[in-house]
């Protein structure tokens, strides 16, 4: 029997450590209801530490800029709960009467094909296509937000903690590490990446609600303000998320409006799309997530069946910090570089093959 020499530790096999990934995703999977307000507050205090700092700066007390964001935050939580709340009420009464003239709907289709000879039974088209579902899904979404806001108190407790604690947290760095200059570099790093990401997806899902709003209002379908505010969430949903966020508002306006209104909402929300996710978010944001899309598709799987609609919508600056974790180790950092997108990853190769660089033989 091959015994390792004193002094030498044997590394965790690889069953060893694909349990304890078990173990640690089971246990967040199980305490998701105190996991979410915590990532909520946490990515909050994220968004919040700009306008900190820059008050720092203008030589405002430490104290009275907490008090004024967290004064800002709570008027923020105490709008959206009440608007939350009150649509979700209003669309909820109407949403059976919606249902019943989508169903209506889609029957007149089913006869109108069977009138050129496509045999289909209604039965079947509602078994394997039931357009009632968008509105459930949501419904549940904003549920599941509202159920957020609900711990109010809590987020907006441990954001007031965390930011009265930024101040003072790499004095805490430095005294706690060997090589304080890089542990505060990766931290950095982290907090840059993740900050950068989040306030430029704030901005434009506001941009992107605000074109929601003006649209379905200039369109005059119903519950504008609650898609405008389910196309904000969901523009933080990667790949998916704006397209999940149309089809209610479509359907809507189906039922609400007729076809040609349907067509009109949903050639808006395409071109907004278009205009805001694929040319002005892009062009700001970089050269990207550094996140190859299938990850960042699993991670949206992976992440929403963890958190639920948290996990979906921080999806990205979780698996964003998972890879950042993973870069600094050298264990690991090939796990990264499968993380990353094909154009990180041939970046720094064609600046290696690159002519101007200098010929080690030469």
């Not at 704006?242 to 949903?266: H, K, R, T």
């Not at 050269?287 to 069946?305: A, I, Y």
Request: hydrophobic fraction near 55%; charge should be positive.
């Amino acid at each position: 029997m091959n015994v390792p020499p004193v002094g030498v530790r044997r590394r965790p096999g690889f069953l060893v450590s694909a349990a304890a990934f078990v173990v640690v995703v089971a246990g967040m999977k199980a305490a998701a209801s105190l996991i979410n307000p915590f990532l909520l507050a946490l990515f909050i205090a994220t968004i919040c530490a700009p306008p900190l700092a820059w008050m720092h700066r203008r030589r405002v007390p430490d104290t009275l800029a907490v008090v004024l964001i967290v004064l800002a935050i709570l008027a923020a939580m105490l709008f959206l709960s009440l608007f939350v709340g009150n649509s979700l009420n209003t669309f909820t009464q109407n949403l059976p009467g919606y249902q019943d003239r989508l169903t209506g709907k889609l029957s007149e289709g089913v006869a109108f094909l069977n009138r050129f000879g496509v045999e289909l039974s209604g039965d079947t088209v509602s078994e394997y296509f039931n357009p009632g579902s968008a509105f459930r899904i949501a419904r549940n979404l904003l549920s599941g937000f509202s159920g957020v806001l609900a711990n109010g108190f809590m987020i907006l407790l441990t954001v007031t903690f965390i930011l009265l604690e930024a101040s003072g947290f790499p004095a805490k760095l430095k005294a706690a590490f060997d090589q304080p200059e890089t542990t505060m570099a990766r931290f950095q790093s982290i907090t840059d990446s993740v900050n950068r990401y989040l306030g430029i997806k704030t901005i434009f899902s506001l941009i992107t609600a605000a074109a929601v709003f003006a649209l379905l209002t200039v369109t005059k379908v119903d519950h504008a303000g609650l898609w405008a505010l389910t196309a904000f969430l969901l523009n933080f949903v990667p790949n998916i998320g704006s397209i999940l966020a149309a089809i209610p508002a479509v359907i809507l306006a189906l039922v609400q409006l007729g076809l040609g209104a349907a067509m009109l909402v949903g050639g808006g929300y395409l071109v907004i799309n278009i205009l805001i996710g694929s040319i002005l978010e892009p062009r700001f944001m970089g050269q990207g997530l550094g996140l190859s899309t299938l990850v960042v598709f699993l991670s949206l799987v992976f992440w929403g069946w963890i958190l639920g609609p948290v996990g979906m919508l921080l999806s990205v600056p979780l698996t964003m910090i998972l890879k950042i974790v993973l870069e600094s180790n050298a264990e690991t950092h090939w796990i990264a570089t499968m993380m990353g997108s094909a154009r990180a990853v041939a970046s720094p190769r064609a600046a290696e093959d690159s002519p101007t660089k200098p010929n080690a033989a030469a």
